[in-house]
């Protein structure tokens, strides 16, 4: 069975700090894949990154970077100098192997709430 | 631009009223998911189309009903709803290609309330 756990219920952090969501996930499957979705309170997911399990280079993009460790089971995700815009739900997610079609279904975490003061 | 529909983005309906959701497409995608998602907790998959080929989670509750008239379309309908059934309702589209990796694209929900 796959497992997504994210420890950290809520985070609250002052604008322009640097914050880390974490993310440990349980799977069987030897390839994976590894998600981040942002969640505003309009509702709606938006992706954020897509990671392979053979792919374990940390990722930067703009402000958002992703240290992604098989050694550990983590996939956690870097915001540097926050924002108020960044104030969201961020859920991590692990899905399974392709082509097996059903394994695609993704497994969520439980969500971090993160809080930008300004 | 292509896109996941949801209608409405709010619906009230009152406990026990059939209510339908319902979910539109443009990417052309064979597979669509509906997902629900209470306050403060992941989403939870209810069930998903591979074309016309409709699979239930098996903790799906039977309350709980889809139809794929076809390719752009998918409705969830909840037969007799209850207070524990409001939620939050997402809509999802990924395209089955073999050799690649299906990415899953979300609408904006539909938030449901039971009264």
């Known amino acids: 069975a796959q497992k997504v756990t994210q420890a950290q219920t809520e985070i609250s952090v002052v604008e322009k700090e640097d914050v880390t969501l974490d993310c440990v996930y349980e799977t069987r499957d030897t390839t994976y894949y590894l998600f981040w979705y942002k969640q505003p309170p309009s509702g709606e997911l938006v992706f954020l990154i897509r990671r392979n399990s053979f792919d374990e280079q940390n990722e930067i993009s703009g402000r958002y970077s992703w240290n992604f460790q098989k050694s550990t089971s983590s996939f956690n995700f870097t915001i540097t100098a926050s924002q108020v815009v960044d104030s969201a739900v961020y859920f991590c997610a692990l899905s399974g192997d392709f082509p097996n079609f059903g394994n695609e279904k993704l497994t969520f975490g439980t969500g971090t709430r993160l809080t930008i003061i300004p | 631009d292509a896109m996941v529909i949801q209608n409405p983005r709010y619906q009230v309906t009152q406990f026990g009223k059939p209510v339908t959701l319902s979910c539109s497409q443009t990417l052309n995608h064979n597979v669509m998911y509906w997902y629900q998602q209470k306050s403060s907790q992941a989403p939870k998959l209810l069930f998903h189309y591979y074309d016309k080929d409709f699979n239930n989670e098996a903790d799906t509750p039977d309350n709980f009903q889809s139809r794929r008239p076809n390719t752009s379309f998918c409705f969830l309908d909840i037969r007799s709803p209850g207070l524990g059934d409001a939620a939050m309702y997402l809509c999802?589209?990924?395209?089955?290609?073999?050799?690649?990796?299906?990415?899953?694209?979300f609408g904006p929900g539909t938030r449901l309330t039971v009264l």
């Open positions: 999802a589209t990924s395209r089955d290609q073999a050799g690649s990796y299906n990415e899953q694209f």
